[in-house]
Structures are given as C-alpha cells and as structure tokens.
C-alpha cells in the first residue's frame, strides 16, 4: 500500500460489504477501489448515500481495452465520483470478462450514467444491464463492431 491515506469511504465499504473482496490503492492522491462487477450497483448506492462518503456525482465513467497488455480479463469499466460535501473523489474499477460483457447499470443511481454507459457499450460492446434505452449513439445502429477495441483495424474494416 502507498504511505498516502486511503479515502474513509474505504472503510465505509469494507464495514457494509464485508463479503467483497476491496483492492484499494492510492496513488497521487486519488484512491481507487477494483471490486466484482456483480455488486456495482449496490455499492454505487451506498458510496452515494451513506453520509459518511456522499459520493452525490458521477463525473466519468469509461471503458478500458487492455488487449494490448495482455492483462486478464480484458476490459475494465471505471467510474469516477465525487464528492462535493467533502471535497473528495474516488475511482471505483470492475473488470469485465470477454465471455460475459455484462455490467449493471447505475442510471438509477445517476441520470448522468445514461450518456456514458451508452458510449462505453456503443464503443466497446460492454452491454449495461438494466440501461432503460442502451442503444449506439455514435456508430450507426446497425454497426457490428466496436471501435475502440484494441482490436479494431486502424482504418476500419474493408468492405
């Protein structure tokens, strides 16, 4: 662990979900929290509401493609939230499995997800369970691949 000081929202996790494995990590004074995909929506929830973390904005939420670093599994989603009570801020990272692109959505905890995760699925193919309207807002509809995929040819695919 880095000498920095992990965010007390850390804490506050491991106390209320103590059957999840945190990996918490600090660096240049951002801490970050890599959890199972599978719980993100209730712990976005509790990050949002418990008054002692008050994560009240999603200010970023992105696909990572980590093809080209060979790291498993290949994606990750990160959301990044702050805090205005506290003047504090946090990533929270899920890793998400080629074989199983699926990720709760947090529409219902923050409106502001709706754009975001519609351009990480339109982008990378990450589908967002639950999203009430998750469909392409870049590519065309009926586009059949994701172009930010470390895999997608430089100049597109020929036709």
């Known amino acids: 662990m880095d000498e920095e000081k992990l965010d007390v929202a850390v804490e506050r996790l491991k106390e209320k979900f103590s059957d999840i494995d945190f990996q918490p990590s600090v660096f240049r004074g951002l801490t970050t929290v890599t959890m199972p995909k599978n719980k993100i929506f209730e712990v976005m929830q509790f990050l949002r509401d418990d008054p002692a973390c008050s994560f009240n904005m999603l200010t970023d939420l992105l696909g990572v493609d980590w093809l080209a670093k060979g790291k498993k599994p290949?994606?990750?989603v990160i959301y990044n939230?702050?805090?205005l009570d506290r003047k504090a801020r946090l990533r929270v990272k899920v890793k998400v499995?080629?074989?199983?692109l699926k990720v709760p959505?947090?529409?219902?905890?923050?409106?502001?997800?709706?754009?975001?995760?519609r351009e990480c699925y339109d982008m990378f193919g990450i589908i967002f369970?639950?999203?009430p309207e998750l469909k392409r807002i870049f590519m065309p509809d009926d586009y059949k691949d994701f172009p930010l995929r470390k895999d997608f040819p430089l100049r597109g695919y020929e036709d």
Do not use: Y
Request: aromatic share 12%; proline share 0%; net charge negative.
């Open 74 to 76: 290949r994606f990750e």
């Open 81 to 83: 939230l702050n805090s």
């Open 97 to 100: 499995d080629e074989a199983d």
């Open 105 to 117: 959505s947090v529409v219902g905890i923050w409106k502001a997800a709706d754009w975001h995760e």
């Open 129 to 131: 369970d639950g999203h």
